[in-house]
């Protein structure tokens, strides 16, 4: 994945924050949107995108484009920040090759040692009993 290419195709769109806010939110597009199509991307392989679309598959829209919003800020400018480290970061996970699991089973010292610490709690266990004498 090339970051630098990455970002020149990264297609931003200043909205109009919700919520509270009062005159500010009414008059300032501070919520940032990023469009990034997956396909037409010249960034990644043709490896890289089957693995993105696969892993990323409910995110992405019908086109393969991932969108991301970010209106954490009241600047446009720190939300622009978020929403990229955001992207590079879900691009990064969705990248990331998982190690294989190797299926192991516990040695026999380690077996032998779990019963003989089942056996001595036990008889702790029994030692606690009142005995009946009659």
């Given at each position: 994945?090339?970051?630098?290419?990455?970002?020149?195709?990264?297609q931003?769109?200043?909205?109009?924050?919700?919520?509270?806010?009062?005159?500010?939110?009414?008059?300032?597009?501070?919520?940032?949107?990023?469009?990034?199509?997956?396909?037409?991307?010249?960034?990644?392989?043709?490896?890289?995108?089957?693995?993105?679309?696969?892993?990323?598959?409910?995110?992405?829209?019908?086109?393969?484009?991932?969108?991301?919003?970010?209106?954490?800020?009241?600047?446009?400018?720190?939300?622009k920040?978020?929403?990229?480290?955001?992207?590079?970061?879900?691009?990064?996970?969705?990248?990331?090759?998982a190690?294989?699991?190797?299926?192991?089973?516990?040695?026999?010292?380690?077996?032998?040692?779990?019963?003989?610490?089942?056996?001595?709690?036990?008889?702790?266990?029994?030692?606690?009993?009142?005995?009946?004498?009659?």
């Open positions: 994945m090339n970051k630098a290419q990455l970002l020149k195709e990264l931003f769109k200043a909205i109009r924050s919700g919520g509270a806010g009062g005159q500010h939110v009414n008059k300032v597009s501070s919520k940032i949107e990023i469009a990034f199509n997956v396909l037409a991307s010249n960034a990644l392989s043709a490896l890289e995108k089957e693995r993105i679309s696969l892993k990323l598959g409910k995110r992405l829209t019908k086109e393969k484009v991932l969108m991301i919003q970010c209106d954490e800020s009241r600047s446009q400018h720190k939300n920040q978020l929403a990229i480290i955001r992207l590079l970061e879900i691009l990064e996970m969705a990248l990331k090759v190690k294989k699991r190797r299926p192991t089973k516990p040695s026999k010292s380690a077996m032998e040692k779990r019963l003989q610490r089942k056996k001595s709690l036990a008889q702790k266990k029994q030692s606690r009993k009142k005995f009946d004498l009659e």
